[in-house]
């Protein structure tokens, strides 16, 4: 017997009362929940909308209209704002409904989500690991079955590397595909809200709803660009093997893979004006953010309130002065200009219509604190572990796409990486589709038997 939405709340809801130890949520509204399942249930089937029966937990730097947006900081904690920001707005005019907000890495400023002020997001298979983040609540809260999909932000690799610890889709649309209104800001040329759920299909109802028109793109055809020496390292043999086996099925399946790495420079100059864009646009952007919604505090006030030391680390600097405009005019009109040039040189020269990588080189590792895990055997910062691979991309703005692709031997999951050139996100969640179904005999062997097996 199908469940009314309400039902399917309703058990939502105790779901999470039984797992609030994940960490996942900052905040939830049974009351308004169940009411908005309600009222959808009442209306006739054919005016429910696309998207009925969706029930959304959103990430706490993104404005829903009766939460707090607290960004994960204690300074935010008590503004609630009149409206939802227009992608939230957008989701709940077409059916979904909004259960709650989730925890995050503070300030979206990291990517294990150790937030010092809410505390840890928990890895939902093995409480001692990290989910990753900074939009790990989003991604524990639908792993977990605590919510049916989500919203995140991303500026470096923030929707994608939770997704793929966590064996879901995470999908970061073309910068300025989607509106920024009402989400606190870390770089406005860097970021973007993305989506987090459990299939493709469900990430592309998501997308045609957000951005105003479904794809239809077909995914024939495509010559994928299959980078190994800059985006293999560090990956464990045995997942290297899973790896190589799963660019096999797309061979198999009819795509044709290209063996070219980009200019070595790439990586260079990613690394070079990735973090003095976010640094320098940060302590402006949040500004002008808390300007807009008039509220009474500054840049200054939010971060001598920071609870979490690895982001009172990086941001408490930027009051005294931060990035020199010098340098952030070198990062925006030559090294992103230069890295965008290459990288365009590289897929044209190639004929590439996609890349694919590993989102992550490693599964999820055990959480040691702050932005600090353990990779084998040894005490390293997560932040150049997680965000290599998808660095270039979210410099550029690109749109990417992480599909979980197999289980290491303890059952944790590995995320393969799509990315494609800004305003080809049709043809990406095409790609991602047929990279689901080519894969979907190994997940699933994996998720019902024995995870060695995949």
Known sequence: MTLSLVESVRELLVRGDQQAGLGAFTAVDNAAALAAAAALDRMPADRRGPLYGTVLAVKDNIDVAGFSTTAGTAALCGRVPAADAPVVRSLREAGAVVLGKTNMHELAYGVTSDNGYFGRVAHPLDTVRTPGGSS??????????????GLGTETGCSVRVPAALCGLIGFRPTHGRYSLNGVVPVSTTR?????ITSSVEQAAALDAVIAGHAETTAASGMRLGAPRSLFCQGVPSDLLDQFDQRLA??????????AADPPQECVGLAAACGMSIALYETPRSIDAYLAEHRWPLRFPDIVADIA??????????LVDGGVPPDAYRK?????RVRLAELMDGYMTRHRLDALVMPTAPITAPVALGGDRILVDGQDVSAFPVFTRNADISSVLGWPAVSVPAFRDSAGLPFGIDLQARPGHDGPLLALARRCE????????????GDPGDA
Do not use: H, K
């Not at 099925?249 to 290209?258: D, H, I, N």
């Open 249 to 258: 099925e797309l061979a198999r399946a009819g795509f044709t893979l290209v």
């Open 437 to 448: 179904d080519a894969w979907r005999g190994a997940w699933r062997s994996a998720v019902e």
């Open 136 to 149: 790990g609540g989003t991604a524990v809260a639908v792993a977990a079955g605590l919510a049916t999909a």
């Open 331 to 335: 990062a925006m009109e030559y090294e």
């Open 308 to 317: 979490s030391p690895d982001v009172a680390s990086l941001l408490r600097p």
């Open 191 to 195: 970021d973007t809200i993305g989506v």
